[in-house]
């Protein structure tokens, strides 16, 4: 019951930031969404000796903060260069074509943000799902009990 409210509430409200994005910002995030979360670990590990001379001394928040990281850096970068080209096209519509095809342009981009944006919540779904996964799987095996065949 809880992952279904996660679900429409994760939805929802990326719909809306889609929608008010636009189709190119929001196409820019879903592709950092992808790349970040298929790069976040194997570049994440380039980024971990900074930390260890940071003085960070947890295994465990050394093997989870630099994925963070890089996907944080990785998705900065992908949503700087949407706005980039989300920036001209607003200039070519606005300034170099007529008020209908403005309009048109305005509407398009707005409907095909909220799709768009529903495509970035399922990503976004995809991951939270993947790292509850991961930490729920890893408590259920060290857990008093051990495993699930032997608490029958």
């Known amino acids: 019951m809880t992952i279904w409210i996660l679900t429409l509430l994760l939805l929802g409200c990326v719909a809306g930031v889609g929608s008010r994005q636009g189709a190119v910002r929001a196409g820019a995030s879903f592709f950092g969404i992808l790349f970040g979360g298929l790069l976040a670990v194997p570049l994440g590990h380039l980024i971990k000796p900074l930390f260890s001379v940071a003085g960070l001394k947890d295994p465990l928040l050394l093997w989870s903060l630099p994925p963070l990281v890089m996907f944080a850096i990785l998705l900065t ?18 300034y170099k074509t007529g008020e209908l095809r403005f309009a048109l342009w305005e509407r398009i981009n707005m409907r095909l943000g909220i799709c ?37």
């Open 77 to 94: 970068a992908f949503k700087v260069g949407g706005m980039v080209v989300h920036k001209k096209i607003d200039v070519y519509y606005r």
């Open 116 to 152: 768009v944006g529903v495509l970035n919540g399922a990503a976004y779904l995809i991951l939270v799902s993947w790292i509850i996964y991961t930490v729920s799987y890893w408590t259920v095996q060290t857990s008093a009990g051990g495993s699930c065949a032997s608490s029958r």
